[in-house]
């Protein structure tokens, strides 16, 4: 989605920008003044390029938020089903608890084990500890704590994909 909003965004700066040139044309030819009418032209364009690419990045940061809050919510309640619609088809899972060491790991898999992980270790609390992002990339570490009082380090890495964030490795290591 995110995809499309910048992709119309550039569209319209493209347009944008073809318009206020043959505007500023036409009046740098008609006016005396024409370099006074060419630097309004010029911040007008400068305003709308800023605000537009803001709002886009804005839309992108709101998605990666949702998602983060999203997969937050499915571990603090231990749904592993709703937690297996932000997978990758194929993706690392590792929980050490339970000798689980998967470097290539079908989604409907990984759901069936987590889905026994949060049965053998029901959540009490989820809490993120850092989150970053770099190229087309979301990573995250977190604390996970059982009911039964054992806590996991969890390291959630997320790939941009065509539509969405996609979970592409999950870990769950016990402290």
Same mark, same amino acid.
């Given at each position: 989605? %995110?995809?499309?909003?910048?992709?119309?965004?550039?569209?319209?700066?493209? #347009?944008?920008?073809?318009?206020?040139?043959?505007?500023?044309?036409y009046?740098?030819?008609?006016?005396?003044?024409?370099?006074?009418?060419? /630097?309004? %032209?010029?911040?007008?364009?400068? $305003?709308?390029?800023?605000?537009?690419?803001? *709002?886009?990045?804005?839309?992108?940061?709101?998605?990666?938020?949702?998602?983060?809050?999203? #997969?937050?919510?499915?571990?603090? @309640?231990?749904?592993?089903? @709703?937690?297996?619609?932000?997978?990758?088809?194929?993706?690392?899972?590792? #929980?050490?608890?339970?000798? $689980?060491?998967?470097?290539?790991?079908?989604?409907?898999?990984?759901?069936?084990?987590?889905?026994? %992980?949060? /049965?053998?270790?029901?959540? /009490?609390?989820?809490?993120?500890?850092?989150?970053?992002?770099?190229? /087309?990339?979301?990573y *995250?570490?977190?604390?996970?704590?059982?009911?039964?009082?054992?806590?996991?380090? $969890?390291?959630?890495?997320?790939? $941009?994909?065509e539509?969405?964030?996609r #979970?592409?490795?999950?870990?769950?290591?016990?402290?």
């Amino acid at each position: 989605m %995110f995809y499309a909003w910048t992709f119309c965004v550039d569209a319209f700066f493209e #347009i944008e920008f073809e318009f206020g040139t043959i505007l500023a044309n036409y009046y740098l030819k008609s006016n005396s003044n024409g370099s006074f009418i060419m /630097k309004i %032209f010029r911040n007008i364009f400068l $305003v709308l390029l800023i605000g537009g690419t803001t *709002c886009g990045f804005t839309s992108i940061g709101n998605r990666e938020a949702e998602i983060a809050e999203l #997969i937050k919510g499915s571990i603090k @309640t231990g749904n592993a089903h @709703t937690l297996a619609d932000h997978f990758e088809r194929n993706l690392e899972l590792v #929980i050490d608890a339970e000798r $689980v060491d998967f470097r290539r790991v079908g989604e409907a898999q990984a759901e069936l084990i987590l889905k026994n %992980f949060f /049965k053998k270790y029901p959540p /009490k609390d989820f809490k993120y500890g850092f989150q970053g992002t770099a190229s /087309k990339v979301r990573y *995250c570490t977190a604390t996970y704590q059982a009911v039964n009082g054992n806590k996991f380090q $969890v390291y959630i890495l997320m790939r $941009v994909t065509e539509k969405d964030y996609r #979970i592409n490795t999950l870990h769950f290591k016990k402290e």
